[in-house]
């Protein structure tokens, strides 16, 4: 459970250095087409949002069908750095609450492609990890692509300054 509650604090500290870097960008190299998941900087970032509501939702409440995964939630980056925070405190929440009775169930869930599964919490739990992390590396390759450029994000450096 412990390494699980530290993941949650890198995840929330990584975002507030990839948006605070991000929030430097004009609007049009936000939004520019790059290579890469979901084509900008803009969906990549909507789309680990996307997924941490998903997966949270199927943590809390039993949420199985899997929306579009190009879904934009906020289309201004202000609101979508909102949400971000938002998002960020209720994972953050959630894994310092849970008792050891969480880590014996399983998940069921349909993917994006209507595909039945069934996930341990525990790969559950270390999949919605993993999706942060590589998608924020995406966006890493492509701020590294600006005048901006990319934050630090190593784990040591953040969770042990």
């Keep these: 459970m412990t390494h699980f509650q530290m993941l ?22 936000y939004r520019k087409h790059r290579a890469g998941s979901f084509g900008s900087i803009h969906g990549l970032l909507n789309h680990i949002l996307l997924g941490d509501r998903r997966w949270m939702g199927l943590f809390e409440s039993d949420e199985r ?37 969480f880590w014996s169930r399983s998940f069921a869930y349909t993917n994006n492609q209507g595909k039945d599964y069934v996930e341990t919490a525990h790969v559950a ?22 005048s901006v450029g990319p934050p630090a994000l190593d784990f040591h450096r953040i969770v042990n300054p």
């Design 65 to 101: 069908v899997t929306p579009p995964l190009n879904q934009i939630l906020y289309d201004d980056f202000s609101d979508l750095r909102s949400g971000r925070t938002r998002e960020d405190a209720r994972i953050e929440a959630f894994f310092a609450r849970l008792d050891a009775t």
């Design 8 to 29: 949650s604090r890198y995840n929330r500290m990584a975002n507030e250095r990839l948006f605070a870097k991000c929030a430097r960008l004009d609007d049009a190299e």
């Design 125 to 146: 739990c270390t999949h919605l990890f993993n999706h942060q992390t590589h998608h924020r590396g995406q966006v890493h390759v492509m701020l590294s692509q600006t």
